[in-house]
């Protein structure tokens, strides 16, 4: 399957496009508005500048390259959108619109949405979110996703596309750092204990958000996308990994670098985050196409600690770029 990954300088994206390679070797192009860092996402196959705005352009690629799925990574996040409305909307939406309508027109075999959290609201029950809920969200990147989980719905229902999505929690990586999301500073405050810096963090103490390590988050779209079609009850699926407060990570942080201190100076993303669950019941993921994520808060901890501890050994902490 020849596969074109948007968004592929991001913090999913890129790795999510290497880990594609690994399964179907040159067949991935990566796509993204910036040239990529100098390292193994340019290094390990076909890369293209793009806008996924530009739906003619978004079009010659998928043409020159005989596309035959679409994984549309590139996004506006929670907290740059709230700088920028308009530009989330047609970076969220249209974007996705241009590829949901190449890929019916082309007739392309799959394509992956990532939704988030975010199409939750203050008014979705806060534990345990359901899979079936309110969805009024209070920022513009809910907003957009919001559309965009209707769009792919009927796109899937009116043109028999198979458009799969994950309403994913926050990401925790050590590769690509995220790119003004609500979550990144459950990113943020490892790269600070590892350069045994104190961190100012821009949630309370007390704030309880869902989370998920890397390589759950790959695994989750890859097993998704490998499903059969019959066993999906949804177009997008809740999934979590694990849930834990600011207080919780930088403690367990300390369990490794005890004198690590974290100073809580909330800003606007506190009532972004004060608006998202707390915890995310997954269990129709689990039932329909066998989600379990692997990584809890004591894994990911560790594995944060090892892999940008030996980057900062090698004087690379910050990918260049
Ligand atoms: C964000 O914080 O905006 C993202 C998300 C939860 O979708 N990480």
New binding site residues.
Partial sequence: MRILVTGATGQIGSELTLELRRHHRDDVVAAGHRRPAADKLAASGPFVRLDVTDRAALERVVREHRIEAIYHLAAV???T?EQDPPRAWEVNVNGLYNVLEIARHRGLAQVFY?S???VFGPRTPRDATPQDTILSPTTI?GVT?VAGELLCDYYARRYGLDVRGLR????ISSETP?G?????YAVEIFYAAVEKRSYTCFVREDTA?PMMFMPDCLRAAIELMAAPNGNLRYRTYNITAMSFTAGEVAAEIRKHIPEFRVRYQPDFRQE?ADS?PRSIDDSAARSDWGWKPVYGLKETTAEMLRALGERQAAGCLYPSG
């Fill in positions: 996040l929670s907290a959108g990532p988030s959290i975010a990147y996703k994913y929690p926050g990401i995220p003004g999301g609500t979550t990144d958000l972004i998202w």
